[in-house]
């Protein structure tokens, strides 16, 4: 990129910052037997297959994701399963 280019470097779009993990998982404090995961340095080939992956369980009830920004490079994946 010449100087001067208000763009961000390419390599972090794919590479993990020191002490920055790839998988981070919380639960949600609203909804039972509900969480959020966040996948860093990923896109939409990644959300997609892991939603429709879970999805192919029956126990998970709904799963979706999103990207925040498209200079955001990470996935909010969001999945209930079934009470037990």
Do not use: S, W
């Not at 390419?10 to 993990?16: E, G, K, N, Q, T």
């Not at 790839?22 to 080939?45: M, Q, R, S, W």
């Not at 994701?65 to 955001?72: S, T, V």
Request: glycine share 10%; charged share 25%.
């Amino acid at each position: 990129m010449p100087d001067g280019v208000n763009a961000p470097d390419r390599h972090d779009a794919y590479l993990l910052a020191d002490g920055e993990e790839k998988l981070t998982y919380g639960a949600d404090e609203k909804i039972p037997h509900a969480g959020t995961f966040v996948l860093n340095k990923e896109g939409h080939t990644a959300g997609d297959l892991v939603r429709t992956q879970l999805l192919r369980n029956d126990a998970v009830k709904y799963c979706g994701y999103a990207l925040p920004h498209p200079l955001d490079h990470r996935v909010i994946l969001k999945a209930l399963r079934g009470g037990v």
